[in-house]
């Protein structure tokens, strides 16, 4: 089964400020198949975080179509809250975010049927944070 690891990142220059996120996608071998560096308007870290699960997400949908199904995929992330929070370890007490966690929920269970998701020190997402800098910085 072929596997994608995504490593994702959002973040904001004054919590809530100027947000961007970023998305790299590599294959098993480890070469690049995407980057996606974006700005979103002024948001929380927190916030720029999810829309970063639900870029990368949506990227690797439109890249792959419904070969999704029959993949594999890690994403990979630097926010435990977050992460542990799409795990279904920690409750959500931010109501803005519910949305966002229901739509990556929705697009979990019709597209990626195996996905895991894992917490890695910022250290092994440099890739995805870059990305973040890269499009706040160009802003």
């Known amino acids: 089964m072929q596997k994608i690891t995504i490593f994702t990142d959002g973040g904001s220059r004054g919590n809530p400020g100027p947000a961007a996120i ?4 590599v294959d098993a071998n480890d070469k690049v198949l ?3 560096s974006e700005t979103i308007g002024n948001a929380t870290n927190n916030f720029a ?17 419904k070969k999704t199904k029959e993949m594999e995929f890690e994403l990979k992330l630097d926010s435990e809250l977050v992460k542990k929070q799409l795990s279904g370890e ?8 519910v949305p966002h966690f229901i739509e990556i929920h929705n697009l979990r269970v019709s597209n990626f049927p195996n996905l895991v998701f894992t917490h890695v020190r910022r250290e092994f997402n440099k890739e995805a944070d870059r990305l973040v800098n890269e499009a706040l910085d160009a802003k």
């Open 22 to 25: 970023g998305a790299y996608i």
């Open 34 to 36: 995407k980057e996606v």
């Open 49 to 65: 975080e999810y829309q970063a699960v639900m870029r990368g997400l949506q990227t690797v949908k439109e890249m792959y179509g």
């Open 90 to 97: 920690y409750q959500i007490k931010e109501p803005g975010l």
